[in-house]
T-cell receptor, first 120, second 112 residues
């Protein structure tokens, strides 16, 4: 079956513009995660959704970042008034479900190929 | 928040066993520890996960001591295709914040 897809694959934008990144999870996966990976660095957790709900938004870097998910499928990560420090690869992952408290190993996360964002 | 520490890089030769350790403090007590592999320009790929003691699958073993303050990923008989970056993933401590922390990653270089 199809894996996690993300669009666009590459995005170049001018500083100050808004951008919207899209993630299509694997069908039937109820949990969805967003990460940021700066060049040569590790993954930074941003936010996760259980269904359409995001229990904790404190991982978002600033109030310029927002995310939503509808219909327990597609999710969009929006960055307003982009800054050069927002340049990174934004990765999305999905899992079958998140149960109880644990997040790290409830279920294998399947990652998309990422969106490479460059802010000039 | 959870803190993790991994070696920045490791070198090995084909056929050798490689052990990569991740130290992690303040991790969620009821959550698993998971390891991922990442190749350039790709998203991470799941390798193995465990809660305590030892777990083994077809590609790796994972050792977790009783205090769960570290975990060691063991790759038996590595090949050139195992050259990649390896990350541990832990859940943040139960303080009301539901989040995840990836380690900084260990770049493994396997040579012929």
């Amino acid at each position: 079956g199809a894996g996690v897809s993300q669009s666009p694959s590459n995005k170049v934008t001018e500083k100050g513009k808004d951008v919207e990144l899209r993630c299509d999870p694997i069908s039937g996966h109820t949990a969805l995660y967003w990460y940021r990976q700066r060049l040569g660095q590790g993954l930074e957790f941003l936010i996760y959704f259980q269904g359409n709900s995001a229990p904790d938004k404190s991982g978002l870097p600033s109030d310029r970042f927002s995310a939503e998910r509808t219909g327990e499928s597609v999710s969009t990560l929006t960055i307003q008034r982009t800054q050069q420090e927002d340049s990174a690869v934004y990765l999305c992952a999905s899992t079958r479900e998140v149960t109880g408290w644990g997040l790290a190993g409830v279920s294998e996360q399947y990652f998309g190929p990422g969106t490479r964002l460059t802010v000039t | 928040l959870a803190k993790t520490t991994q070696p920045i890089s490791m070198d090995s030769y084909e056929g050798q066993e490689v052990n990569i350790t991740c130290s992690h403090n303040n991790i969620a007590t009821n959550d698993y520890i998971t390891w991922y592999q990442q190749f350039p320009s790709q998203g991470p790929r799941f390798i193995i996960q465990g809660y305590k003691t030892k777990v083994t699958n077809e590609v790796a073993s994972l050792f977790i001591p009783a205090d769960r303050k570290s975990s060691t990923l063991s790759l038996p008989r590595v090949s050139l295709s195992d050259t990649a970056v390896y990350y541990c993933l832990v859940g943040d401590i139960n303080t009301g914040r539901r989040a995840l922390t990836f380690g900084s990653g260990t770049r493994l270089q396997v040579q012929p």
